[in-house]
């Protein structure tokens, strides 16, 4: 009885987040992009937001290399942020899909968030080939595993956002029809699961008001994101920012990400998820179009190449694929691999991308291939080093922060 009362609730308040014709108003697919906004930048304060946001994933690296002790020390930028609690680090190895990074509690007066950051590979080699793996079904959470999904009381669902009752409801019975997923990433996103759950309940449990807030670079960022529908299913609500994140399935699977994260009603600059992508970085347009994998919206576009960007660097893009941001590059042209490379993905071993009939690299046009050591890693900061202040090349830097201090 008790049961009906509660499904009965949901479908009166269902109702509520309804259009006049009583059909939900869910996001339609953002494959076609919206009309360019009169204004696009970013607002200062989601500028800091990020720059901010680069520094925390950036001391993920020290994760697998000189590590992260409690309270939150480390030899990279810890010592920027001394409000942060060690919950956690958590590396799986290159054997288990080389998943790496740490999870902390940020304490007054820096936000009260608990974040999870998710690392990337120091394999250049690794990450090129395993973009090219076929994608699998994918079964959204509870799926696979026959868990149930989170018990929600009447008296907890009346106290969220009707945006997030929605939300929650939806998870009760929940398909991504035709759906498919990198084999790879999902790979990964299975073994950081099985390290950090345990750790994220505990902490939600702990601190209820506390944000859960994720942030990934490079094939973290593609564990991030399916990271995210878990938690959103789960009714955690995370905030959500990946830089370089690459593709992780198909358009089936990004509306479904859309219809989660944007729905059709928000602004995309109130979005609860940002995919922040850089002018040069050849990571977010792979793996291709051709090969089945389309991205989802949220995009946010650094447009200059070299470090620092300003705010007005940075911008808002519209639908799944605005072609005045990162998908604007042509996929259909292709470059011989002897002008790009001289030679030089023999040696390191990434000839599984080659068409190997005509010796032309089956990749954007203007893919340069040493990218991934530079422009993949040039997210206000270049990020990838764990030694004292990050990459050498940030040391003497002037770079404009945000007067408040800490974010």
Not at 75 to 92: D, G, H, I, K, Y
Not at 166 to 178: G, L, P, Q, S, Y
Not at 333 to 354: C, K, M, R, S, Y
Not at 371 to 398: E, K, N, S, T
Request: glycine content about 6%; some cysteine.
């Amino acid at each position: 009885m008790l049961r009906s009362y509660f499904y009965l609730l949901c479908h009166h308040l269902l109702v509520l987040s309804t259009g006049t014709n009583g059909l939900p108003t869910f996001q339609a697919p953002l494959s076609t992009p919206l009309p360019l906004s009169l204004n696009r930048t970013v607002s200062k304060e989601l500028f800091y937001e990020l720059e901010e946001l680069a520094r925390i994933v950036d001391i993920s690296y020290c994760v697998g290399t000189t590590g992260i002790q409690k309270p939150f020390l480390c030899a990279s930028r810890c010592q920027e942020f001394p409000s942060f609690e060690l919950v956690t680090t958590w590396n799986t190895g290159p054997l288990l899909a080389d998943s790496c990074g740490y999870i902390v509690v940020s304490h007054f007066p820096s936000p009260k968030r608990i974040i999870v950051a998710f690392r990337g590979t120091y394999s250049v080699a690794n990450t090129i080939i395993d973009l090219s793996t076929i994608p699998q079904e994918y079964a959204p959470y509870p799926g696979e595993d026959g868990e149930e999904v989170p018990s929600v009381s009447v008296f907890d669902l009346l106290r969220r956002p009707l945006k997030h009752i929605r939300r929650t409801i939806e998870a009760v019975e929940d398909k991504c029809d035709n759906c498919t997923v990198h084999l790879g990433f999902m790979t990964s996103w299975r073994h950081t699961r099985a390290e950090i759950l345990p750790h994220l309940e505990e902490a939600i449990k702990k601190y209820p008001e506390y944000q859960l807030t994720l942030v990934g670079h490079s094939l973290g960022g593609a564990v991030a994101a399916l990271a995210s529908l878990e938690f959103e299913a789960r009714g955690w609500h995370p905030k959500v920012t990946t830089f370089g994140e690459p593709r992780i399935g198909n358009q089936a699977l990004m509306n479904y990400m859309d219809n989660r994260f944007l729905p059709s009603n928000e602004d995309e600059s109130a979005a609860m998820y940002r995919r922040v992508t850089h002018v040069d970085d050849p990571v977010p347009l792979l793996p291709l179009e051709e090969w089945g994998y389309q991205m989802h919206a949220g995009e946010v576009f650094i447009s200059k190449s070299e470090l620092s960007p300003s705010v007005t660097d940075v911008e808002h893009c519209e639908g799944d694929e605005d072609p005045h941001c990162i998908s604007g590059g042509d996929s259909a042209n292709a470059v011989p691999a002897e002008e790009e490379t001289d030679g030089w993905l023999e040696h390191a071993n990434l000839t599984e991308i080659w068409n190997d009939g005509t010796r032309v690299l089956a990749i954007p046009a203007h893919f340069k291939l040493w990218q991934l050591f530079f422009a993949h890693r040039d997210y206000f900061w270049r990020l990838g080093l764990c030694i004292p202040g990050g990459d050498p090349r940030d040391w003497y830097r002037a770079y404009p922060h945000n007067d408040t201090g800490e974010l």
